[in-house]
Structures are given as structure tokens and as C-alpha cells.
């Protein structure tokens, strides 16, 4: 059996590894990075993948508002498909000519290929045969290009422009201290436009976002840190809507590019 090792950075080693497939590859339990990685660097021209992982790796991912809108993306337009699977300790990717076992030591990371027509072919039909018994994986997070859509759709350009801004200007949106949640997100790009808490928090829980009790929750703790404020609108019929606005000169005074570092610098404060 014939071997090499490539090695390089994850991105350089999951190039490689796409560039090596025709039509499609297996990505067999990958590590949190490596999911990462394929979310990030997949697109169009790139063959399908079909993933196995375990189900933690795939909660922790999609943990990120960021890495699941994308995945989400991925998987409408066919090029993702995503099963949970526990059985295996090495990561694997396997196409129809080879196969390469992906090895990490502290920050190097490495794929060791073999294409030995047999061992390929069985590698392939195991690994085809666990996708097929395995269960798929449910992303709750809406599409990327639903998100940007709807959004247009629902309160306009500007709103969705900035909220474009805002998720570029972000490695991550968890709301776990390593970016802001969708929801805090959302509400500071409507206020930044002046947006009615009815219309954002409507829209977030037509697509999936958050229920419209979610966002009124954080509506009130954002007003609370002083971050918004809110102002009634009188209707025809029924009780006042709130108008959202920016609550501090910091962030009326920022572009919305800068407008998620500068909300972090304030709540960290």
C-alpha cells in the first residue's frame, strides 16, 4: 500500500482532501475545527459531502449561530448532508480512490493517504453502509440566505444590510461570551434602524430564530444595560408598539460594522 502525508493547516488539509474527491466524499468523525473548517471553506464547486459525527460535535457547531445558518445553507442546496455516528475513533476522509486518516499533535495537523484500489473499496462500502444506517442530523437554525431574505423582505434593505455588517464583522455568535446571540443581534440592528419590537421579534419567530417571548426577554435586559431604549407607537386598535432605538451614544455613534465589538466593549464593561 502506497502512502504520503500532507500536511499543512486545516483548511489546507480539507482543500486537499475536496480537491481529491470527484463527485463526493465521506468526512468520518471529524473534530469540532474540522466541521468548522468544511462549513466555512465549502462551496459550490466543491463535491458533496456526507458527514458522520458524533452528536456532541455536532451540538457544539451548531452552537454558533454563524456555523449553523451556513450549515443550514449547505444542506438546501445538497452539498452537506449530516449524520450522527459514535463508532469510530480516527477521523476519516474516504472517496471512490482513497482514503486518508486526518492526525492532529498539538497545533500541526496531517492527513496520511492511502489508494490501494481493495482497501479503498471496502473503507468505502463500511463507511457507506454506516451513513446509510445512521441518523440524519436536524439543523434548527434557518439558512444564511433565508435569514437575509426574509429579513429584506420584512423591514427593508437597511436593516438587513446592517445585520450583513454585523454577522461579517463576527468569528462567532454564541452569546457565550465569544460573540452575541442571534436574538441581541437582531434586536440591536433594529433599533439601530428604528424597527418595531413587533416586526423583528414577528420575523425572528416566523423564520426560527426565537419566539417573540424570547425576544422580548432580551429586549427588556438590553434596555435594562442601557443599550436600548424603547418608545410607544400608537395603533388603531390594541395596546402601543415599542419602537427600538440604540440607548447609547457608543453605539449610535458606530458604523454597523464595528457595531458588535463596540455592544461586547459595553457589556463587558
Excluded at 80 to 104: C, F, K, P, W
Excluded at 115 to 134: I, P
Excluded at 230 to 253: N, Q
Aim: hydrophobic letters at 40%.
Amino acid at each position: 500500500m502506497q502512502s504520503n502525508v500532507l500536511e499543512g493547516s486545516t483548511a489546507d488539509v480539507l482543500s486537499a482532501a475536496l480537491s481529491a474527491a470527484s463527485d463526493e466524499l465521506l468526512l468520518v468523525a471529524p473534530d469540532v475545527e474540522l466541521v468548522e473548517a468544511l462549513i466555512e471553506h465549502l462551496d459550490e464547486d466543491d463535491p458533496s459531502v456526507r458527514l458522520l459525527a458524533s452528536e456532541r460535535t455536532l451540538k457544539t457547531v451548531m452552537g454558533d449561530f454563524l456555523a449553523a445558518s451556513r450549515a443550514a445553507d449547505h444542506v438546501e442546496s445538497g452539498r452537506l448532508s449530516l449524520r450522527t455516528y459514535e463508532g469510530s475513533a480516527n477521523t476519516l476522509v474516504v472517496t471512490d480512490e482513497s482514503v486518508a486518516a486526518i492526525v492532529r499533535v498539538d497545533d500541526r495537523i496531517a492527513a496520511l493517504t492511502a489508494d490501494e484500489e481493495s482497501f479503498v473499496e471496502e473503507v468505502h462500502r463500511r463507511f457507506s453502509r454506516r451513513y446509510d444506517e445512521s441518523e440524519t442530523f436536524t439543523i434548527r437554525t434557518p439558512a444564511l440566505s433565508t435569514i437575509r431574505s426574509t429579513l429584506t423582505a420584512d423591514l427593508g434593505d437597511a436593516t438587513a444590510n446592517d445585520f450583513d455588517a454585523v454577522l461579517s464583522s463576527l468569528a462567532t455568535a454564541r452569546g457565550d461570551g465569544d460573540g452575541l446571540d442571534e436574538v441581541t443581534i437582531s434586536l440591536l440592528v433594529a433599533a439601530r434602524n428604528e424597527d418595531l419590537l413587533y416586526d423583528i421579534s414577528k420575523w425572528g419567530e416566523n423564520i426560527g430564530i426565537a419566539s417573540k417571548a424570547t425576544f422580548s426577554r432580551t429586549k427588556s435586559h438590553l434596555e435594562e444595560l442601557g443599550l436600548i431604549t424603547t418608545e410607544k407607537v400608537p395603533i388603531d386598535v390594541g395596546r402601543p408598539r415599542l419602537r427600538l432605538k440604540l440607548g447609547d451614544d457608543r453605539l449610535r455613534d458606530t458604523d454597523p460594522g464595528q457595531l458588535a465589538s463596540v455592544a461586547q466593549s459595553i457589556l463587558a464593561a
